[in-house]
């Protein structure tokens, strides 16, 4: 018994067979997560707005090389996104309030209130902040910021500890 027309089967064009690899490419393959972070790995609180074009360039020119990054994969990146370049950082309502010691230590240190701010925090302390970006280096982070990043996160050959 025939309940409609039957319908030949469709071919799939490039296009199908390019956003089938995609798909498949985004499902996680069984033993290919990646390991957990330990309870003590290093933080990373980056501090943007969507009005701020030094931030748009580092999200655009340098997000995704560090998304791919040995560092990325051994620290926590917590984004804090602003909704203007125009609202203080030191505001309450911008640090959870378990975090507001990295607030009040960035204030102590009189650093300004500029985007995009990169704040590494590792066991309880404020190790190294960056404001701003650097074209033409790596993450766009200067070499200081860069060489404690990979220091608290193991990569400069010590244990990051």
Avoid at 23 to 39: C, N, S
Avoid at 82 to 91: E, G, K, N
Avoid at 107 to 132: C, D, I, N, W
Avoid at 143 to 155: I, N, S
Wanted: contains cysteine.
């Amino acid at each position: 018994m025939s309940h409609g027309k039957v319908h030949a089967p469709r071919t799939v064009g490039r296009r199908g067979l390019l956003r089938l690899g995609a798909l498949l490419a985004a499902v996680p393959v069984a033993g290919a997560v990646a390991a957990p972070l330990p309870a003590d790995a290093p933080v990373l609180y980056l501090i943007t707005s969507p009005d701020c074009p030094p931030c748009r360039v580092w999200e655009s020119e340098f997000g995704g090389a560090f998304e791919k990054s040995a560092e990325w994969a051994r620290l926590r990146l917590v984004p804090m996104p602003m909704p203007t370049v125009r609202d203080s950082i030191y505001q309450n309502w911008v640090w959870p309030k378990d975090v507001r010691w990295v607030r009040d230590e960035l204030a102590r240190q009189k650093y300004p209130s500029a985007m995009p701010m990169f704040v590494l925090v590792h066991k309880g302390r404020v190790v190294a902040v960056e404001t701003g970006i650097e074209p033409k280096l790596p993450y766009g982070w200067r070499a200081d910021f860069l060489a404690a990043v990979r220091k608290e996160t193991g990569l400069d050959g010590g244990t990051g500890k």
